[in-house]
């Protein structure tokens, strides 16, 4: 016969054993809920915004860039894009930066793209044809300035009617070789375009032109 003391362990033990399983388990449940509901809402959190690049920083980044490859590297143009724009978003600032550099040594030309204060040489190619070189003291009004004149010279308007137009702004030489901004809002959906020139050395608005639709 069994004694007493013998039964009560043989009877407890099991019981807690399975209340320490439980107990286990119930933490095992709460701590992959949690971490659960941790996943969901780093998941659905907004990635950051990135902050605007100056176009004068991004040019220092993206010529030691290009120097790192061809120490006599020059400046042929640079552009930047937004897409879907508004007002708004084009007095914040560009987010990044393409820049194209000419080596004379070689006759290579470089793409180099600045995004996040990161610039990286995208592509190199033979240029068969010498480009026009852009001087630092050649383009003293920067994007600021020009894109004032952009949404002045119709652009504001241009932007309400056509909330979902990309604008493209461009810095090279023109066909006179006078160093000048572009600035090009086209509305993909209707085809409808505004394109305003701006004098990089003056600031001197030199065309606004703004067809039904492009060709």
């Not at 176009?55 to 980044?61: C, K, N, T």
């Not at 724009?85 to 000419?102: E, M, P």
Request: proline residues 6%; charged residues 15%; negative net charge.
């Amino acid at each position: 016969m069994m004694h007493k003391g013998k039964m009560k362990w043989t009877v407890v033990l099991p019981v807690a054993g399975l209340g320490l399983a439980y107990l286990l388990l119930l933490g095992y449940l709460l701590l992959g809920n949690l971490l659960g509901l941790r996943s969901a809402a780093t998941a659905a959190s907004p990635a950051p915004t990135p902050e605007p690049v100056d176009l004068w920083d991004a040019y220092e980044q993206a010529r030691a860039a290009a120097r790192a490859q061809a120490q006599d590297a020059q400046l042929v143009s640079a552009s930047t894009q937004w897409q879907t724009v508004s007002k708004g978003a084009l007095s914040h600032g560009a987010r990044n930066w393409t820049f194209v550099f000419y080596s004379p040594g070689d006759s290579r030309s470089l793409d180099v793209v600045v995004n996040a204060g990161v610039a990286r040489v995208a592509s190199q190619t033979q240029a068969w044809v010498v480009p026009s070189v852009l001087p630092e003291s050649a383009w003293q009004t920067g994007p600021s300035d020009v894109l004032l004149a952009f949404l002045a010279c119709g652009g504001r308007t241009f932007l309400d009617e056509h909330p979902h137009a990309a604008v493209d702004l461009h810095l090279a030489r023109d066909r006179d070789g006078r160093p000048t901004w572009t600035v090009v809002a086209l509305d993909v959906g209707d085809r409808s375009l505004l394109s305003v020139m701006v004098d990089a050395g003056t600031g001197q608005v030199l065309s606004v032109d703004s067809p039904e639709t492009t060709d």
